[in-house]
């Protein structure tokens, strides 16, 4: 049997990819990106959310460094048992170019992840929630910018007078993968005004791959955007939030779908290389870039703004306030 191949478009193929190959072997300036999560132990529990970080991380000619934050060493508590643990914490992640908050189960380090989502929204860290994270950040801006303090999810308090994140009603009570939302659906935008949108290529509809049992409660959005939160994203029955945006923001973006699932080395998921794009400070020169410019496989260094410091020194610390750390409604408790 004999296979014919067209040369000249496997070597255009094979092109991109040499162009790749160069480009990770001289990269040279760092970009680093906080991660805080509860199976930070076993890094491997992250592949496909690393792997998505790193395909974002070349387009955008940036050497990676992830740094695995335990959620729970954010904690008040820890800061009574183990202070050196907790400022140690929470200077790793002060120092990041970038904060992200993954999917995860589960009520054990969730005040940490609250905590990590105010940090960001304050102080405005680049900020990127998948799933559990988008949730988390709905939570803590309930209770610190509308003033529901005791704003929860029923996953983690199922008697809460504020259920800013429920159980999908169509879905069977459980534990099992069988009762969760699953797969490839789709994501219609509700405004031309928004950063993911552009991101995506300003296409109206896009699909990317589910995994979830909850929902932001649908009789809470009315409140939400009234007080700034802006929901770009639902699905197509419009129901359901599926991207969350804040303005006056370098980056602050929460998903409920998991976006790593198809990023690639040659096309990084919109989310994450967002995310990359403004920790190394260049997602306002890509936006304004034509889709042909984007389809180059990595990204001028023109478009650079000029470092104010050397990329292997100490990044400054944001000032902490004392007790930094929001009180938390009893459903996050006792973990």
């Known amino acids: 049997m004999k296979l014919t191949v067209n040369a000249d478009l496997a070597k255009t193929g094979l092109q991109k990819w040499h ?18 999560g509860k199976y930070t132990k076993l890094t491997d529990s ?24 335990d959620a729970a060493d954010l904690e008040q508590q820890t800061k009574k048992t183990d202070p050196d643990r907790f400022v140690q914490a929470w200077d790793e992640l002060s120092t990041a170019d970038g904060i992200l908050v993954p999917g995860g189960f589960g009520t054990r380090g969730i005040p940490g992840k609250i905590d990590a989502v105010k940090f960001a929204r304050i102080h405005k860290k680049p900020f990127l929630g998948i799933c559990l994270g988008f949730q988390c950040a709905v939570i803590e801006y309930a209770r610190n910018v509308m003033g529901l303090m005791d704003a929860d999810s029923t996953e983690f308090d199922p008697t809460s007078k504020s259920p800013l994140v429920i159980e999908m009603p169509e879905h069977n009570p459980g534990n099992l993968g069988g009762t969760m939302r699953l797969g490839k659906r789709a994501t219609i935008f509700e405004t031309e005004a928004s950063t993911i ?10 699909e990317e791959r589910h995994r979830h049992r909850y929902e932001v409660n649908p009789a809470y959005i009315e409140q939400l955007e009234a007080k700034g939160m802006r929901f770009v994203g639902k699905d197509d029955a419009g129901n359901r939030m599926e991207i969350m945006e804040l303005d006056n923001q370098p980056y602050f973006v929460g998903v409920q779908f998991h976006p790593e699932y198809l990023s690639r080395p040659l096309k990084p998921s919109p989310p994450y290389l967002g995310l990359l794009l403004a920790a190394s400070g ?18 001028s260094e023109l478009d650079s703004p000029p470092l104010s ?12 306030p004392v007790n930094f750390a929001c009180t938390h409604g009893a459903g996050d408790a006792g973990f």
């Not at 552009?198 to 509809?205: A, C, I, P, S």
């Open 197 to 206: 949108k552009n991101l995506y290529g300003n296409h109206d509809r896009v």
């Open 46 to 69: 992250y592949t496909s959310v690393n792997k998505a970080l790193e395909h974002a991380a070349l387009k955008c000619k940036r050497k990676l460094v992830i740094r695995y934050i």
């Open 309 to 320: 410091a050397d990329e292997d020194s100490p990044r400054k610390r944001a000032s902490l």
């Open 19 to 36: 162009q790749l190959a160069d480009a990770v072997e001289k990269l040279q300036k760092k970009v680093t990106i906080a991660l805080v």
């Open 282 to 299: 260049k997602l306002d020169s890509y936006l304004k870039q034509s889709q042909e410019e984007r389809s180059k496989s990595v990204i």
